[in-house]
C-alpha cells in the first residue's frame, strides 16, 4: 500500500469510526447535562455531557465513561451521546468526554485529559449520585486505547497532569475497548496507522522511543488491574488483531480478569449483528464488574 493510499485509507476510516448517527433529544427518563466543564487543559476548558436516570434521587450509581475515537487527532464526544442515554436507562451515571487533540497537543495531554475526567466524577460523586468505587470506561479506536489506559495506569506511573482533582484516583475498575491500540511501538503496527501515532506522539519510534512506551497500555498491565474487555477484528488495517492478542498475554501472566474476543474478518469497526452483540456484552461486561452484588436476603437466597 503506498503513503498516499494508506494516508486515504487512514481517513476514511477514522470518519466512519467518529461519526455516528444519534438521536435528537434524550429519552424522557434521562438527566442530560452538556457540555459540563470538568478540568482545564493547557489552559483551556475541558467539557463532558453526563447522563444519568431521572429517579435516581438518592442514590449512588456505577458510572461509564465514554472516550470517543479519532487518531487523538478528531471526534466529537456528542457521537456517543445516546450511548450515555442507554446506560443511564440501564442504571447507571454515563459521561461522554471531550479531550485535546493532536497534533496542537501531543502525548500525554489525551491521556492526562481523560484522567482529569474520572477525578472530576469522583470528586463530584455526591453531586451527580455517582459510586466513586465503580467507575468504568469504554472507548472506541484511540478512544479504547485512552480507556486501557485508565484500567491499567496507577497515579505513580504518572501522566495525571494538572487539569485538577489531584486528590482523586483516575483508575477506573472496569474498561471496553472496541479495537484500539496495545502496543504503539510494536513492529506490527501497519502502513497506514504509523502516521497517526507519529501525530500522536510528536515524532517516530526512534526519535520517542520512551514516549511511545509510556503511551502504550500494555507497558502498564500488572496484578490487580482492573478487568478489561477487548473486542478486535481480524482485518483491521489500522489495528492488528495481534495487538489484542498481547494484550491477552499480559492479562493472562497477570491473572487481570476479563477477555478478548476476535471477531473473524471484521475490520475497524462493524455493525449489524456484531454491533448488537458486542454492545450488549459491553453492557453484562460492566454489570458483571460495576454494579455490586444484592446483599438482600432474597438475593442471597437466590430469589
Not at 77 to 96: C, E, I, M, N, P
Not at 216 to 244: E, I
Not at 252 to 274: F, S
Request: aromatic content about 8%; proline content about 6%.
Amino acid at each position: 500500500m503506498t503513503g498516499r493510499c494508506a494516508a486515504w485509507v487512514a481517513t476514511a476510516l477514522l470518519t466512519l469510526v467518529t461519526t455516528t448517527v444519534r438521536a435528537a433529544e434524550p429519552p424522557a427518563d434521562v438527566v442530560f447535562e452538556k457540555d459540563v466543564v470538568y478540568g482545564k487543559g493547557g489552559g483551556t476548558d475541558l467539557k463532558l455531557d453526563l447522563s444519568r436516570p431521572k429517579d435516581a434521587a438518592g442514590k449512588k450509581l456505577p458510572c461509564v465513561v465514554v472516550i470517543h475515537g479519532g487518531g487523538w487527532a478528531a471526534g466529537n464526544k456528542s457521537a456517543h451521546d445516546d450511548l450515555t442515554w442507554k446506560f443511564a436507562q440501564r442504571g447507571y451515571v454515563s459521561a461522554t468526554v471531550g479531550y485535546r487533540f493532536a497534533p496542537a497537543d501531543v502525548f500525554p495531554a489525551q491521556v492526562n485529559d481523560v484522567k482529569c475526567a474520572v477525578r472530576f466524577l469522583r470528586a463530584n460523586a455526591d453531586k451527580y449520585g455517582i459510586d466513586p468505587r465503580h467507575i468504568g470506561a469504554v472507548g472506541f479506536s484511540a478512544g479504547a486505547h485512552l480507556s486501557m489506559m485508565l484500567a491499567t495506569m496507577d497515579k505513580e506511573d504518572g501522566l495525571e497532569g494538572d487539569g485538577g482533582w489531584a486528590d482523586q484516583s483516575s483508575k477506573v475498575q472496569a474498561a471496553v475497548s472496541f479495537f484500539g491500540p496495545t502496543d504503539l511501538a510494536a513492529t506490527d503496527i501497519p502502513e497506514a496507522a504509523r502516521n497517526i501515532v507519529k501525530g500522536f506522539i510528536g515524532g517516530t519510534p526512534a526519535e520517542k522511543a520512551r514516549e511511545y512506551r509510556q503511551a502504550s497500555p500494555l507497558t502498564y498491565v500488572s496484578p490487580g488491574d482492573a478487568p478489561m474487555l477487548l473486542f478486535q477484528g481480524t482485518r483491521d488495517v489500522l489495528v492488528p488483531h495481534t495487538q489484542a492478542l498481547a494484550m491477552t498475554e499480559a492479562m493472562t501472566r497477570y491473572n487481570i480478569p476479563g477477555r478478548v474476543e476476535l471477531l473473524i474478518g471484521a475490520g475497524h469497526g462493524w455493525g449489524g449483528r456484531e454491533l448488537e452483540h458486542t454492545v450488549n456484552q459491553t453492557y453484562l461486561f460492566f454489570d458483571k464488574y460495576l454494579k455490586p452484588a444484592d446483599p438482600s436476603p432474597e438475593a442471597s437466597a437466590g430469589r
